[in-house]
């Protein structure tokens, strides 16, 4: 519903290749560490967005989205709902193309702002199942 495969498609082989990862750490355990992984191995670059700046599979961490000192592409939402909506009007603010919340991160009123400032948006689907369907 919220994100048809035209937009999954899109985002995944039409936009840029910077994803910047909000939520992930260097935790093993979390989600956010392995769906990075499979990025890079499709060829994507992947930006640590983290309160605590951590280098993760190579790539230098950034506090937030605003320090990060190069364009982001792909803004890949790993928070909470409650938190998801300031994250996607951040992506807006730093000209990402598009924004993408993970499954079970969904804000109705976020993916109507962001699609309305003219970024693509997914919400609720993971880019690691996505990707791989589209090879």
């Not at 983290?50 to 320090?67: R, W």
């Not at 939402?77 to 730093?94: K, M, T």
């Not at 990402?96 to 993970?102: I, S």
């Not at 969904?106 to 689907?125: I, N």
């Amino acid at each position: 519903m919220y994100g048809d495969q035209e937009t999954v498609r899109k985002i995944l082989t039409g936009t840029g290749d910077t994803w910047a990862v909000v939520g992930l750490s260097s935790n093993r355990g979390r989600a956010a560490y392995g769906v990075a992984e499979v990025l890079q191995r499709f060829g994507k670059r992947v930006v640590p967005v983290h309160p605590k700046a951590e280098t993760v599979h190579g790539e230098q961490g950034y506090a937030s989205l605003a320090d990060i000192p190069f364009p982001v592409d792909v803004v890949d939402v790993f928070v909470n709902s409650d938190l998801a909506g300031q994250v996607a009007d951040e992506a807006v603010a730093i000209g990402a193309e598009a924004v993408w919340f993970q499954l079970g991160v969904t804000d109705e009123d976020a993916y109507d702002r962001t699609r309305d400032a003219g970024l693509a948006m997914v919400m609720d689907k993971c880019p690691a199942i996505e990707i791989p369907r589209l090879s």
